[in-house]
């Protein structure tokens, strides 16, 4: 509700509640733009409202009735008035000034909270909790353990506008002893933050004008190294036979199940049971990087992991629990002479599948979405039984491998003893 009075202290004393949840609008009728906006608890706050000259209409709060009278809050809101007027912003004056003094660890939590993708999406929960780790503090656990700060807790309390080339030279050199995967994550994320608050470092390290002895490189994100790719992919057959021949486990399972459908290797570790249709053979993926659900058609040989995990838990279990997956992937490559990542088993999946599918079936097995295919998101229709064959045949070709590899083995050692 809008309505025009005269601004009294008597008058704004006695103004009505709006509903629950509602809000009311009081305009003075002596100073043009002067409101007083009321909630339905009671709070009663002056603020202008009023188009800056050649610009947007922009709204300034002056502070609450009846800590501000009504003659005060003329006075302020005729300042403000006056200077939209002249085509000064106030609140781009007050976004100037607090931008000015916020601190890196600041800067980073507005970042995560108003930063979207170019789908227009929020971050992913784990890609904030990253970020806020980056500036979080050290600390000592209760038996006394020492735990170092994030790889830009130096920096975290310093206003962004003041970090200079050398600060964040001195805080990528310290996080180099930690890994320059870390150091890299670390300037990656520093330079995301400070380039979305609009900051520019004088002779910035990641400038492209700055010279090359004075510029920090980030490595461009990629999805794993190709030669061991390649080398996977060649010798997927004895690779798959020493997985095989390891005690089965948790951790087992989990590499296995990765090179039979293509995961990410995060996401089987967030499925719960209640995700599994062990009838459809079927396991759904939540709120994937794409922020989709994804369903897996599983073949013969990954339902068969799904239905040995799944073997007397109840439905908010974790399908996979494993701690030792990073064990169990040295083992193998130390068994095997074979390089390989969790997340080197995704891009092999892919490159297999890529002779034995179409790309539009390989598409929807990676869950990948590419913006405005309209063809392939509107016209093209898989069914589920063209999908299940896909993850199948992948399946059925490491199988295949994997006996081919064995039969080598078996006419090598014949010929040894001939």
């Known amino acids: 509700m809008d309505s025009k009075i005269n601004f ?122 990253d970020y806020l780790a980056m500036v979080t503090p050290g600390r000592v656990t209760a038996k006394g353990k020492r735990c170092a700060g994030g790889l830009l807790w130096k920096l975290a309390g310093k206003q962004i506008h003041s970090i200079t080339a050398g600060d964040v030279w001195t805080v990528h050199r310290a996080n180099l002893e930690r890994g320059e995967r870390c150091a890299a994550y670390a300037m990656q994320v520093l330079r995301a933050v400070l380039s979305w608050h609009g900051v520019i470092i004088p002779n910035s390290p990641f400038s492209k004008e700055t010279h090359g002895k004075e510029r ?42 990765l090179a039979l459908t293509g995961c990410r290797p995060s996401e089987p570790l967030q499925v719960l049971v209640a995700d599994i249709d062990l009838a459809g053979g079927r396991v759904t993926l939540r ?34 629990v494993t701690s030792d997956a990073r064990a169990i992937a040295l083992e193998l490559v130390t068994a095997t002479g074979i390089k390989f990542t969790p997340k080197t088993l995704r891009a092999v999946f892919a490159s297999a599948a890529e002779e034995l599918v179409s790309a539009s079936t390989l598409k929807r097995m990676m869950n990948h979405k590419q913006a405005g295919d309209v063809t392939d998101t509107n016209y093209i229709k898989k069914l589920e039984v063209q999908l299940r064959a896909g993850w199948q045949s992948v399946a059925d070709y490491i199988e295949a491998q994997a006996a081919s590899a064995r039969a080598d083995n078996v006419v090598q050692l014949r010929g040894g003893a001939t």
Request: no cysteine; glycine share 6%; aromatic share 6%.
């Open 8 to 129: 009294t202290k008597t008058a704004l004393d006695n103004l009505p509640l709006p509903e629950s949840e509602k809000r009311s609008v009081y305009h003075d009728t002596k100073q043009p733009g002067l409101q007083l906006r009321v909630t339905s608890s009671g709070s009663k706050t002056f603020s202008v409202f009023a188009r800056v000259a050649g610009g947007k209409p922009e709204r300034i709060t002056l502070g609450r009735f009846p800590a501000i009278s009504p003659e005060t809050a003329r006075k302020k809101a005729k300042e403000v008035v006056a200077q939209l007027a002249q085509g000064e912003s106030v609140n781009a004056e007050k976004r100037a000034s607090r931008v000015k003094s916020i601190t890196l660890t600041g800067a980073v939590a507005e970042y995560i909270k108003d930063k979207r993708r170019s789908d227009g999406l929020a971050l992913k929960p784990r890609t904030k909790a």
């Open 216 to 257: 920090i490189v980030i490595p461009k994100t990629r999805e794993g190294d190709d030669a061991a790719i390649k080398n996977l992919l060649e010798h997927i057959g004895p690779w798959w036979q020493a997985l095989k021949a390891m005690p089965q486990s948790p951790a087992t399972d989990y590499i296995a199940f």
């Open 287 to 320: 709120d994937t990087k794409n922020r989709t659900n994804h369903t897996l058609r599983l073949s013969r040989q990954a339902l068969d992991i799904v239905e040995h995990q799944a073997m007397g838990k109840g439905p908010t279990d974790y399908l996979f």
